[in-house]
């Protein structure tokens, strides 16, 4: 089955514990990114990956860091997590080769930070 | 990057017919008109993509005039389970490394 997993779904941390929150995709896809929703903000990008070692800023990236060493893994790191990153996160990838541009999201990090 | 426009929220009854249309004025020439769906919690998750005149697939129907400053996504028969977030997208050229959320259209489906 296609599907794009993070982990951890729900997460509690206190402010400036490091912390990383997994995606993987299996479906081979090139394109990977990762974004906040907040109320009445909606969905922002954070960083999005055109393939491996090909990373760039989305709208939001203060205070976050990505890799991309591999096709199939893209975490985003919180290098210093503070309770504005409080926030519900999505994992996204696609392949910009298909005809239907599909964007596959995975089903969401809650983090809390206290 | 096109702007959208949308209602913000929607009520229908089960079994109704559904459309919720959506503006996009300054399209250009390359891009592709596509919509999501979104429960809460959950992911978007992508409904139907079109171009220009009628898509439909198993889901929903798309349907875009010839200016294509606009198009109405249709929902046949809702359903309890049809409640949720429904976004319209314009993303450029149809590239999906940069999507452009807005506020969405918030579906209510009531008994």
């Known amino acids: 089955e296609a599907q794009v997993t993070q982990n951890p779904r729900y997460l509690i941390t206190v402010t400036g514990k490091k912390l990383t929150v997994t995606c993987s995709q299996n479906?081979?896809?090139?394109?990977m990114s990762w974004y906040r929703q907040d109320p009445g903000l909606g969905l922002r990008q954070i960083y999005y990956s055109m393939n491996v070692e090909v990373t760039d800023k989305g709208d939001v990236p203060e205070g976050y860091k990505v890799s991309r060493k591999e096709k199939r893994n893209f975490p985003l790191i919180l290098e210093s997590p503070s309770p504005n990153q409080t926030s519900l996160y999505f994992c996204?990838?696609?392949?910009?080769?298909?005809?239907?541009?599909?964007?596959?999201f995975g089903q969401g990090t809650r983090l809390t930070v206290v | 990057l096109a702007k959208t426009t949308q209602p913000i929220s929607m009520d229908s009854y089960e079994g109704q017919e559904v459309n919720i249309t959506c503006s996009h004025n300054n399209i250009a020439t390359n891009d592709y008109i596509t919509w999501y769906q979104q429960f809460p919690s959950q992911g978007p998750r992508f409904i139907i993509q079109g171009y220009k005149t009628k898509v439909t697939n198993e889901v929903a129907s798309l349907f875009i005039p010839a200016d294509r400053k606009s198009s109405t996504l249709s929902l046949p028969r809702v359903s309890l389970s049809d409640t949720a977030v429904y976004y319209c997208l314009v993303p450029l050229g149809g590239a999906t490394n940069k999507l452009i959320f807005g506020t969405g259209t918030l579906l209510a489906v009531q008994p």
């Open positions: 479906m081979n896809h090139e394109y």
């Open positions: 996204a990838s696609s392949d910009p080769r298909d005809r239907v541009t599909e964007a596959f």
